[in-house]
């Protein structure tokens, strides 16, 4: 069997997609899988540094969870990986009944048992910052805000983050854990060990404001993974720490056949972000066709729609579909709405074939690339930070090499859209 050292589980599609492209930009040979691999796909594959599988976790009650974590554990585990990454929002929100972090961590660390448990707090690419175990985010710009205060997640319509110390955090969630602050980064390699073992056995929450600190993280990822395989949680970060105290010398680089898309592009925006509605009212190059949330749960009003977006898409437009953004419709988003727009994306895939693809929003993201029916994903390009355009591994030949964009609400720059069209990569 092929086996890699680096595995990565993301609770969400985007997430998931964001870990590929930072392995890919570290130079690895990386796959994400939709579904378990099998023995024959990973030969077909060959040689792998990581090997990362998707799913919906942040979506799902702690029942359905647990059960779903149990056989996530039990794969890694087979596949003998080095590094259990479960892979989180870099805004660590979650709800006790919604996504747990700490149901989630419960169940894994039943096969990943090396006591030292790493969390990273912060990913400074995309404007996280964790400094005394207080999470602070950029939102849209140059300001950064405490988590709580954050203009999106302090007010996220399913784990709204009311709380900026994820200490007190992830205690609601029902876990205790340690914390190691930025200032232990700069002692002696012996008295930062000595002060991540006092944690031995209990999760550990890592500070992160710059490289240095990720880099200092990952080297005491690669000594303690080589005795034991560990579990590590947190956003990419953890994969840019466990590369950059990597010894490898490869240097990723964006595919050359990205480029200017040579048919009509679709996207599809679920979210109901600040950051996407930026882009939506910078997307002058696409068909705008409106979608109502509280009637996305009618076939009838999904029909009209697509019928509507695939007679422009044959006439040779681009075209965005996006959820109503007045004030009247922010609690309509979630997982229901979700459900209706993959259905929404299936009926477009089947009746107008387009080959790019971009979905914007976390759940929306996770459900609707079922309607692809891939096995996996490779990364082709990186378009922004936290914005990863991957190529489609189908069995399905309507959907095997689509070129296919997902994003998180609040990740890319206002020209977003436009740029996935003129396969712009800034």
Avoid at 222 to 240: I, M
Avoid at 353 to 369: E, M, N, Q, Y
Wanted: hydrophobic share 45%; charged share 20%; with cysteine.
């Amino acid at each position: 069997m092929n086996f890699a050292p680096y595995g990565f589980y993301g609770d969400d599609f985007t997430g998931a997609t964001d870990t590929l492209a930072t392995l890919h930009r570290a130079g690895l040979r990386a796959m994400l899988f939709v579904e378990p691999p099998t023995p024959e796909r990973l030969a077909k594959l060959g040689p792998l540094d990581a090997i990362g599988l998707a799913g919906a976790a942040r979506t799902l009650a702690p029942s359905p969870l647990r059960a779903q974590l149990r056989q996530v554990a039990e794969i890694f585990s087979a596949l003998g990986v080095r590094v259990m990454h479960y892979k989180v929002c870099s805004t660590f929100d979650s709800a006790p009944e919604s996504g747990n972090i700490a149901v989630a961590m419960t169940c894994l660390r039943e096969r990943f048992t090396n006591p030292f448990v790493p969390v990273v707090g912060g990913q400074p690419n995309l404007g996280r910052y964790c400094a005394f175990s207080t999470l602070f985010g950029a939102a849209g710009g140059a300001e950064v805000h405490r988590i709580d205060r954050h203009p999106a997640m302090s007010r996220h319509p399913v784990t709204p983050m009311h709380e900026a110390d994820l200490r007190l955090h992830f205690e609601r969630l029902g876990m205790r854990i340690g914390a190691i602050d930025w200032r232990a980064y700069s002692l002696p390699d012996a008295a930062l060990k000595d002060s991540i073992n006092r944690y031995a056995g209990t999760p550990v929450l890592f500070d992160v404001l710059d490289d240095m600190h990720l880099r200092r993280i990952g080297t005491e990822m690669h000594e303690r993974a080589a005795r034991e395989p560990l579990l590590a949680v947190g956003a990419s970060s953890v994969a840019q720490a466990w590369t950059l105290a990597s010894a490898s010398d490869r240097d990723g680089e964006t595919v050359a056949a990205f480029g200017p898309a040579q048919s009509s592009v679709f996207v599809l925006a679920g979210s109901l972000s600040p950051m996407t509605a930026a882009q939506i009212d910078a997307a002058r190059s696409f068909h705008r066709i409106e979608l109502d949330p509280r009637e996305m749960g009618s076939a009838s009003y999904r029909s009209e729609r697509c019928g509507r977006i695939v007679e422009a898409l044959h006439e040779g437009m681009h075209v965005l579909a996006f959820t109503c953004r007045t004030p009247h419709h922010e609690h309509a988003e979630g997982q229901p709405l979700a459900e209706s727009c993959a259905a929404l994306l299936r009926a477009v895939i089947e009746r107008a074939a387009p080959r790019r693809i971009g979905i914007a929003g976390g759940d929306t993201s996770s459900l609707g690339v079922h309607a692809l029916k891939p096995w996996g994903l490779s990364c082709l390009a990186i378009l922004a930070s936290g914005v990863t355009v991957c190529r489609v591994h189908s069995d399905d030949p309507a959907t095997h090499g689509i070129e296919l964009m997902l994003k998180g609400g609040q990740m890319g720059g206002a020209e977003l859209f436009e740029d996935f069209i003129a396969g712009i990569v800034r």
